[in-house]
């Protein structure tokens, strides 16, 4: 099948769902604690359960941080009811390759512990009919795509277009940490410490598939930090002839796909009320609102 989705409410015909087998862990370094600042220091989206002084909050590099067992076991059980609930309802799901044993890989610049394909949208969108895997803002997620290219390379094969976006080195120094400068966050140069490398080319683009909303031909998507600028700016320039895009200025620090959720043209659930001022004007084509 040809792939051919422009927006997050049409009925569904094929689907990947993602597999959390093998997730058990996360390194805590400075890709990681970038990447969850909000859910770590900011009670707007999610009310903390520690203090944010709490040594739990300032692993020095090289943490690994173990996931309970019983969150494991229920995460798994809940992915599998969720892949009952989508073929029940006549939908043919995929799966990625199962991640059987967890692998520690390196780079000339870092090393990182794998992750399983289970968030396969974080990092893959389909636009039109074709498939765009992005650059990825997590080190431990460099590799995670390679479990999905069985089913990518089917969709090429079948028609589909495929594309990725360039892949980031992610020394330290290619991290924009403004985001987090200046939040009332305990030893913020510990947290975020960076270090110098020769390998060091400034600021890179690192942008998440979850960042864009797709309403059609229009596009949002939250940027938050340089590397999502040059994500959105790579966007523009390679699809920018077909589609709208649209700039959700610091909305979170990375994903907005569970802070606005588009319902059908017309209608948006929003995570938090203070969401709605800074949403863009309403785009209005064929008399009808893509975005109110």
Known sequence: M?????????????????????????????S?????????YSEFYYPSYVSAT?????????TTRKLRQRYVEELAEDVEELVTALQQAGVRVLRPTTLTKVPVFQTPYWSATGLPALNVRDQAIIMGNEIIETAPQVRARYFENDLLKPLFYEYFLAGSRWTVMPRP??????????????????????VYAQKTSEFDIGFEMMIDAAQAIRFGK??????????????????EQHLGDTFTFHTLYRFADNHIDSIILPLRPG??????????????PPVTKMGRDLCT
């Open 32 to 40: 990681f604690k970038l990447f969850f600042h909000d859910v770590a």
């Open 218 to 235: 229009d596009i949002l998507i939250n940027v938050a930090t340089k590397n999502h600028e040059l994500g959105m700016r790579w966007f």
């Open 267 to 280: 209608l948006l659930l929003l995570r938090n009320p203070s969401v709605l001022p800074k949403l863009p």
């Open 54 to 62: 709490d040594d739990a909050q300032v692993e020095q590099p090289g």
């Open 169 to 190: 080195m992610m020394t330290d120094a290619s991290f924009d940490t403004s985001y987090v400068s200046g939040e009332n966050t305990p030893a913020i140069e510990r």
């Open 2 to 30: 040809i792939v051919n989705s422009f927006d997050e409410w049409s009925p569904l015909k094929e689907v990947i769902v993602g597999s959390p087998i093998s997730y058990e862990s996360h390194d805590v370094e400075l």
